[in-house]
């Protein structure tokens, strides 16, 4: 069974950033999307950003100029960085993996996902 | 972006009752091409992650219990649970997957 478990710190000052880990376990790291979606307390969920094994990335056009998303295939693991947070950053992140599977040579993924880390809750406050 | 809206913020329906959750797209999120909806929900439960549901308007994910179903086409979507169960409390959101993906609002079921 495909297990996502994620950490990172949860208080954050304005102007810090933002970083959190998520490790993948009990499936293939490869050929897979790999996201990281957020939810702001009570409130919807709004995708960040994507990558695949191969480092190939996909953000938000909103985010994109302070996120990064990067991984370790020797580890199972991606990471997020967001930076310059804003009391707006805070929410509960989320890693998450995307339905399909991009093998070669077909590549055949939705953006939709059906396994989910725990979730982290990050505060941004002075 | 394709903005998702849902409604009612919230709905509180008796066990065993139908409960009707809408979902409107800014723009159509049918794709011409293969006459498929880009239009999914997922269902939260407090204190956890989202669970996929629905994808494509109205297939459900492998093990959903087939009192869910989805409906709907172009801008107009719905999902219609038939017979609440104590087990449905949750918040559901619509995510459109046509262009960069865009989740609704979300709407909280609760028991009357």
């Known amino acids: 069974q495909v297990q996502l478990q994620q950490w990172g710190a949860g208080l954050l000052k304005p102007s810090e950033t933002l970083s959190l880990t998520c490790a993948v376990s009990?499936?293939?790291?490869?050929?897979?999307?790999w996201s990281w979606i957020r939810q702001p307390p009570g409130k919807g969920l709004e995708w960040i950003g994507d990558?695949?094994?191969?480092?190939?990335?996909n953000y938000s056009p909103s985010l994109k100029s302070r996120v990064t998303i990067s991984l370790d295939t020797s580890k199972n693991q991606f990471f997020l960085n967001l930076t310059s947070v804003t009391a707006a950053d805070t929410a509960a992140y989320y890693c998450?993996?995307?339905?399909?599977?991009?093998?070669?040579?077909?590549?055949?993924?939705?953006?939709?996902?059906?396994?989910w880390g725990q979730g982290t809750l990050v505060t941004v406050s002075s | 972006d394709i903005v998702m809206t849902q409604s009612p913020d919230s709905l509180a329906v008796s066990l065993g009752e139908r409960a009707t959750i809408n979902c409107k797209s800014s723009?159509?999120?049918?794709?011409?091409?293969?006459?498929?909806?880009?239009l999914a929900w997922y269902q939260q439960k407090p204190g956890q992650p989202p669970k996929l549901l629905i994808y494509?308007?109205?297939t459900r994910e492998s093990g959903v219990p087939d009192r869910f179903s989805g409906s709907g086409s172009g801008t107009d979507f719905t999902l219609t649970i038939s017979s609440l169960q104590a087990e449905d409390v949750a918040v559901y959101y619509c995510?459109?997957?046509?262009?960069?993906?865009?989740f609704g609002g979300g709407t909280k079921v609760e028991i009357k």
């Open positions: 998450a993996r995307m339905v399909g599977y991009c093998g070669s040579p077909n590549c055949e993924t939705t953006p939709l996902w059906n396994y």
């Open positions: 009990g499936g293939s790291f490869t050929g897979f999307y």
């Open positions: 990558i695949i094994h191969s480092g190939s990335t």
């Open positions: 723009q159509s999120v049918l794709y011409s091409s293969n006459n498929k909806n880009y």
């Open positions: 494509g308007a109205s």
């Open positions: 995510q459109q997957y046509y262009s960069t993906p865009f």
